[in-house]
């Protein structure tokens, strides 16, 4: 496994001092980043997070991959009921190692698509229910807490429509993962006999991909989980290294934090030059928004710090946000996401068309000029005063994507030390929860709905 970061693009010898970091700041902060190593590693050790535990955890894989033997080949259709972190991290490991959606091979009960129901926007819903068939579908519902508003309806629509096919047999082609032992979802489970995986207590739904709520779906779709396990708890063993040459989370948290603080990079821009990390990008921007957008410090303080993070793709976006980037106001840090060998080089033909605009790419390949644009991206934005720095993977396969994704939960982990705050907590995803529950009559949320009408009457 080989990931490289170049962060020499984050530095005030390339971007100049009011950008980017000099030799005297790097060394003056680098103990923090020691401290923030120690202070994340008693969080783990006292078992109060676990998501560097999961790539360890060998029965869990062994029952995800025993129970995807059982009923793989009875499918062609994964449908995927669940939102955020239950949904985000399959869409990262499906789009990482199979493609986006339209470029993937032919779906079967070998390879059978997946369809994540993640929306409750109606249009949707309809549209993906007509595109499956209830006799080869099979339904994973994912809800740490077990009561998400929009998984609930969703997998209650789903559960009707493969009940009206299947009748008692629908709860046969259903699997639930959930807390164990805890909430309605467990309960419904229970009560209709779906087979349950289990979610650790300790793992947070964004830091959750490694654990069942990312493996099962993986499996189920046929990708290699002993593969990507084994990638992330190689990162995970360099994640607890204190040299930050190898420590590539560690550095990767530090450098960002210091830009972002120092220099008021207020914006991190995930910038992939690779469709399959498309999905890991959107991944990455839950990970990141709702673990560092906080309002209190640990210690009670109000500090609302959060750094925005946005995803673009490359080359698609230098034709649509890099105006922005190279001339708008500098208060963005890019980073750049490359994969050093394609699965396919894309040779250009040499068409000898005697046309200037054609006939030097013939010859060519796409993956060198994918190279190229990305290196002339990061160049223009560092002739420009632009702190940019590079994820390299050597190639994108479930080791590698393992690895990452591993590699960036680490950092954002580091980067809640650094800031002092609980990267683990989502306190501000409540109060609109809390409204939609009033609003649509749940149990127990009267006054949410009382004080929404207020605020409705204020808007008069
Ligand atoms: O990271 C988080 O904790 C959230 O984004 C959750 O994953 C999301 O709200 C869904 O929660 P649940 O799995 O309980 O349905």
Not at 87 to 107: I, S
Not at 167 to 173: D, L, N
Not at 443 to 449: Q, W
């Amino acid at each position: 496994m080989n990931i490289q970061f170049d962060d020499l693009n984050l530095r005030a010898g390339m971007v100049g001092e009011a950008h980017g970091l000099t030799p005297a700041e790097i060394r003056q902060h680098s103990p923090r980043a020691l401290e923030a190593l120690r202070g994340f590693q008693k969080i783990s050790e006292a078992g109060d997070q676990g998501f560097p535990h999961l790539p360890f955890q060998a029965q869990s894989a062994r029952d995800i991959l025993r129970f995807a033997k059982q009923v793989r080949g009875s499918f062609d259709t994964l449908c995927l009921v669940g939102i955020g972190g239950s949904a985000l991290g399959a869409w990262a490991l499906d789009c990482g190692l199979r493609g986006p959606h339209p470029v993937q091979p032919a779906f079967s009960p070998r390879n059978p698509r997946l369809v994540i129901l993640d929306n409750v926007d109606p249009a949707f819903t309809a549209a993906a229910l007509d595109s499956m068939n209830p006799k080869k579908t099979f339904t994973v519902v994912i809800a740490k807490s077990g009561s998400t508003a929009e998984t609930v309806a969703s997998f209650l629509i789903v559960r009707d429509w493969m009940t009206a096919k299947l009748g008692r047999k629908a709860r046969h082609r259903i699997a639930a993962v959930t807390t164990a032992d805890k909430g309605d979802l467990h309960a419904l489970a229970q009560a209709e006999g779906y087979p349950e995986f289990a979610i650790p207590k300790n793992v947070g739904g964004r830091f959750s991909v490694l654990s069942p709520v990312g493996m099962l779906p993986a499996a189920l779709i046929g990708l290699d989980i002993r593969g990507i396990l084994k990638g992330a708890a190689a990162v995970t063993h360099d994640s607890w290294q204190p040299d930050l040459e190898k420590n590539l989370a560690l550095r990767g948290a530090l450098l960002h934090y210091l830009v972002w603080t120092l220099k008021n990079k207020s914006i991190q821009v995930a910038f992939p030059y690779s469709n399959h990390l498309w999905g890991t990008a959107f991944w990455f921007r839950q990970l990141w928004a709702e673990s560092l957008g906080k309002a209190k410090s640990r210690q009670g303080a109000e500090i609302h710090v959060g750094q925005t993070p946005v995803a673009a793709l490359g080359a698609t976006d230098q034709h649509s946000q890099v105006q922005l980037y190279v001339e708008g106001p500098n208060d963005k840090v890019f980073t750049f996401w490359a994969v050093e060998k394609s699965a396919s080089s894309g040779k250009i033909p040499k068409a000898g068309l005697n046309l200037e605009a054609f006939d030097y790419l013939g010859g060519q390949t796409l993956a060198k000029l994918i190279d190229v644009e990305r290196r002339s991206t990061a160049a223009a934005l560092t002739e420009t005063g632009r702190p940019n720095c590079t994820f390299t993977l050597r190639k994108l396969d479930p080791v590698h994507l393992g690895a990452f994704l591993q590699l960036l939960e680490f950092q954002t982990a580091f980067m809640g030390e650094l800031l002092n705050i609980d990267a683990f907590d989502q306190a501000g995803v409540e109060l609109g929860k809390h409204f939609t529950y009033g609003l649509m009559g749940r149990p127990g949320f009267d006054a949410f709905r009382e004080r929404f009408q207020d605020y409705e009457n204020r808007r008069k």
